[in-house]
């Protein structure tokens, strides 16, 4: 009797898992796996590793669509500045071992005080700035200067200023300035000042207080300390973009005011993306659940690698930075699915997120749909095509067509093949097949060119050696 794929594959447990930076600053689970990535490596160069200086103020911005994993790189950066003692801490750096240099990484422990830094972290929502800056300030303060030992007074000074601002009081901003400069001295180690969706203070600011807020911005920005301070915060889009309603001068304004921080744009290329797939796909023992190298399931993985090295042989012409490793890595995701899946989710949904909610959830025509409902067996490994993964984000889109401009060009395929009713099951894939090569890249390396549609609709690369 046949078994469905679900009992050999599934997908790392922390890809179903989104971060919230306040909940699992101090969870080791929500580290495991953490991957690395280039964006990630560039934006963790820029914040702790490049500066020239250590005794200036570090302002950075990292900007993207949502979905993108910036909670999640800021809760590895949190990771990385707990104390030395601290789990986390070692887990940060076991992540950065083998991805950095050797000079980097011993620049980078040399920049991590034993104690850690005060990680002041908030979340904002709908807010003055002020409260959310207080908010991260006591927060980091009570885990810097433990409850129950004896606390410094700037840890009261700061609860009685969260007290004010909860109810509605109007604080100066000098006044917070002062305090934030306190925290440091008092801490006498780096602060990191972290605000995810920092946005949702800048749309307050463009409601209710007009540049007010943003100025308080930039003279955190521009604050000159007694030890290194780090300001970060994650942006979904510009300064400028979350003040549209604003009349031009003010927008030009809020402009200037992030030239103060240096922007860095959280973007992956769609091929790490792919690797990212090949990291977060697990193949797993036929006896337990525990996840393992392909190689290593005597059952089915050198199956695998024998077809990666086939399909490797197929595509490497066209694909230069493809490898065997990769192509069985990706499995059971047909190599040209697991190729088209990132510029998909980056072009026409929320990047990441829509990429981990292919593969995490039990929507119709989703990867675990298809882990669950497709056999396997001994001589023949299924792959998922383009077909099925077009099924799938017409169905996740919906009737989204209309309403998003970026997507009128699905509507218009969409309506086309089922305008068509007399096709036959392998016309009507095979139509889907070049729409969504068309969707993703008309000109380029996975245009839908003859080759390339018949490789893409192949099972296995042995299929299109006979064909041919």
């Not at 909670?71 to 500045?81: G, I, K, M």
């Not at 986390?88 to 083998?98: P, S």
């Not at 060009?409 to 068309?438: F, Q, R, V, Y």
Request: aromatic share 8%.
């Amino acid at each position: 009797m046949n078994q469905v794929l679900a009992k050999y594959f599934s997908v790392d447990r922390r890809y179903n898992r989104s971060i919230n930076l306040e909940r699992d600053i101090d969870q080791s689970e929500a580290l495991q796996g953490y991957i690395l990535t280039e964006r990630s490596h560039h934006a963790l160069q820029r914040i702790l590793i490049d500066p020239i200086s250590s005794h200036r103020t570090n302002a950075y911005t990292i900007t993207s669509i949502y979905g993108t994993g910036k909670s999640a790189f800021a809760h590895f950066l949190t990771s990385l500045v707990a104390p030395e003692t601290h789990p986390t801490r070692q887990q940060a750096l076991d992540t950065c071992r083998g991805v950095l240099s050797t000079a980097d990484y011993q620049c980078l422990t040399v920049t991590l005080p034993k104690q850690g830094f005060l990680r002041a972290i908030a979340t904002a929502g709908r807010e003055a700035l002020g409260y959310t800056v207080v908010r991260a300030l006591l927060r980091g303060a009570n885990s810097f200067w433990q409850k129950g030992k004896k606390q410094p007074e700037i840890v009261r000074n700061l609860v009685d200023l969260e007290i004010e601002l909860a109810a509605g009081e109007k604080v100066d901003h000098q006044r917070i300035l002062k305090i934030v400069v306190e925290v440091i001295k008092t801490a006498q180690n780096p602060v990191l000042l972290l605000i995810d969706e920092l946005g949702k203070n800048l749309e307050f600011s463009a409601l209710y207080s007009g540049t007010e807020d943003l100025y308080l911005l930039q003279q955190l920005a521009e604050l000159k300390t007694p030890q290194p301070f780090y300001l970060v915060g994650l942006l979904h889009q510009s300064f400028a973009d979350y003040g549209d309603r604003l009349a031009t001068v003010q927008r030009n304004e809020w402009s200037k005011i992030q030239g103060r921080f240096e922007d860095i744009a959280f973007v992956d290329r769609p091929r790490q993306m792919t690797k990212i797939i090949g990291q977060a796909i697990v193949l797993l023992q036929t006896e337990a659940s525990e996840a393992i190298e392909p190689s290593q399931n005597p059952k089915y993985g050198s199956l695998i690698q024998l077809q990666a090295a086939d399909w490797y042989h197929k595509l490497s012409t066209d694909f230069d930075d493809l490898s065997p490793k990769l192509i069985a890595a990706v499995y059971p995701l047909h190599p040209i699915t697991a190729l088209v899946l990132p510029v998909l989710c980056t072009r026409y949904g929320q990047s990441d997120r829509s990429l981990f909610t292919f593969l995490t959830s039990t929507e119709p025509y989703s990867f675990q749909n298809y882990l669950t409902t497709t056999e396997i067996t001994p001589d023949l490994l299924p792959t998922l095509k383009l077909d099925q993964l077009y099924d799938y984000f017409i169905a996740a889109v919906g009737t989204g067509f209309a309403a998003r401009p970026q997507l009128r060009k699905w509507l218009e395929i969409h309506d086309l093949i089922n305008n068509m009713t007399s096709l036959t099951a392998i016309e009507t894939a095979l139509l889907k097949t070049i729409g969504i090569l068309n969707l993703v890249d008309g000109n380029g390396e996975l245009k839908a060119s003859p080759k390339l549609v018949k490789l893409a609709m192949s099972n296995q690369a042995e299929d299109v050696q006979q064909q041919e």
